[in-house]
């Protein structure tokens, strides 16, 4: 078992070294000039090159990977080129918002999604079935940023329950903190809700047409037994494996979603790192983004072990 872990986490190393060259080289090779930009429009190529040099964006491509690569080593984002504070300190700054809108996302997704798969699986060509996956099909035509709207103008606008828009932080009250937030966890969760309850479903349509299923029927087990205790853990190994794929769409939507109700998160930081071309930001939220992702993924390989062991072998 410890040797299997090992295995696993030494694995997720080259590929966080590839995503490093990756981003390094698409910021670095995309158009435009950071020293230009930060010169501005009146300065000389002498006060840009001058510029170019003092960033050390000069040098050959691979030195500059070299000592990006040791910057990271030593938790070292670098530093913004607009507020020429640290990146680190300036995700510090952003990442509760973040957090606490993914975290609740992936609670509230998960509990919503799994039931609801289970029992369309169970209740298999009815009108729960039927609905189900119309909700499956609109959950993924649907943008997020529609949903986002549709949600702030029903129930911030018109009804007045909850606020447009912000961000409270827990310290000043947990309601406060959860109010700003149920809007946009509806919104961001409602794609991850029907990716989930998709793929349950249709994991637990095989499980229950398996040998042991009828067994268990034929042994006069009741159905909430048949399906959470049976059922449910034999499928648990692709709900499980979605539900880490499905990080991916909470980071991309967690962008849009911190946008549309003004969330100061990493979302927004990326966003105004972007139009500004302030590369060292670009990269560093780019980078820790990639690095949760590999993260959870490498998180729910090890969960296979406890769902299925033969997996560690």
Request: hydrophobic share 60%; net charge neutral.
């Amino acid at each position: 078992m410890l040797a299997y872990i090992a295995r696993r986490i030494l694995s997720t190393i080259p590929v966080m070294l590839v995503v490093a060259f990756v981003v390094f080289s698409m910021l670095i090779l995309s158009p435009g000039d950071p020293a230009a930009v930060i010169a501005g429009d009146q300065a000389t190529p002498e006060d840009v090159e001058r510029i170019r040099a003092a960033l050390g964006l000069d040098r050959p491509f691979f030195v500059q990977f070299a000592e990006f690569l040791w910057r990271l080593v030593n938790f070292d984002l670098g530093t913004s080129i607009f507020t020429n504070l640290p990146v680190t300190h300036m995700i510090a700054q952003r990442i509760e918002p973040t957090v606490a809108l993914m975290v609740l996302t992936i609670l509230f997704s998960v509990t919503i999604a799994v039931p609801m798969g289970v029992i369309a699986a169970w209740k298999a060509g009815s009108w729960i079935d039927r609905a189900v996956m119309v909700f499956a099909v609109l959950g993924f035509s649907v943008p997020v940023f529609v949903i986002g709207y549709l949600l702030a103008y029903i129930f911030a606008l018109e009804l007045d329950w909850l606020p447009v828009q912000g961000y409270t932080p827990i310290a000043r009250g947990f309601w406060p903190f959860l109010e700003n937030l149920i809007l946009p966890t509806i919104a961001l969760g409602s794609v991850y809700i029907a990716l989930i309850a998709r793929i349950t479903r249709a994991t637990m349509l095989e499980v229950l047409a398996q040998d042991y299923i009828r067994t268990a029927k034929a042994k006069g087990l009741g159905t909430r037994p048949i399906l959470f205790l049976h059922a449910l853990k034999n499928a648990a190994v692709p709900i499980s494996t979605v539900v880490g794929i499905g990080i991916a769409l909470l980071i991309g939507g967690a962008v849009v979603t911190e946008s549309v109700f003004a969330i100061p998160g990493l979302g927004r930081l990326t966003v105004d790192a972007i139009l500004r071309r302030d590369y060292p930001v670009i990269q560093g939220v780019v980078l820790l983004f990639s690095f949760v992702y590999v993260l959870v993924n490498l998180m729910i390989d090890l969960l296979y072990t406890v769902f299925d062991p033969r997996i560690r072998y």
